[in-house]
């Protein structure tokens, strides 16, 4: 019954910035984590950012660390990405997952999965 959608993706120049958020709803889980995970056109699913139940611990890609930003609001059980400085190989399919307890990389550990949100930064 838990559904994640995620919201807030669209087309920017090289640089700029987009804020996605993934809204849980329905039946849910306490002490879960939550993360983003990204596919691109032939390219196989990847761990972008990740966060725990407190916030107090989040794990990024190496390839994201100091752009984006994962936090979450427990109240609206809704997690958020602040992406900033894009760049052209950012540009994919951002999808928003769950479980319980800690984060990891691994998306098959993930037992929840939202729908999927296009980026897309033009050069």
């Given at each position: ?37 990204r ?27 100091g752009?984006?930003t ?37 998306p ?16």
């Amino acid at each position: 019954q838990v559904q994640l959608v995620e919201s807030g993706g669209g087309l920017v120049q090289v640089g700029g910035s987009l804020r996605l958020s993934c809204a849980a709803s329905g039946r849910t889980f306490a002490n879960n984590a939550m993360s983003w995970f990204r596919q691109a056109p032939g390219k196989e699913r990847e761990f972008v950012a990740g966060i725990n139940w407190t916030g107090g611990r989040t794990l990024y890609a190496d390839s994201v660390k100091g752009r984006f930003t994962i936090t979450r609001d427990n109240a609206k059980i809704t997690v958020y990405l602040q992406m900033d400085s894009l760049k052209p190989e950012d540009t994919a399919v951002y999808y928003c997952a769950a479980k319980p307890l800690g984060v990891v990389a691994n998306p098959n550990a993930y037992s929840i999965w939202g729908q999927g949100t296009q980026v897309t930064v033009s050069s």
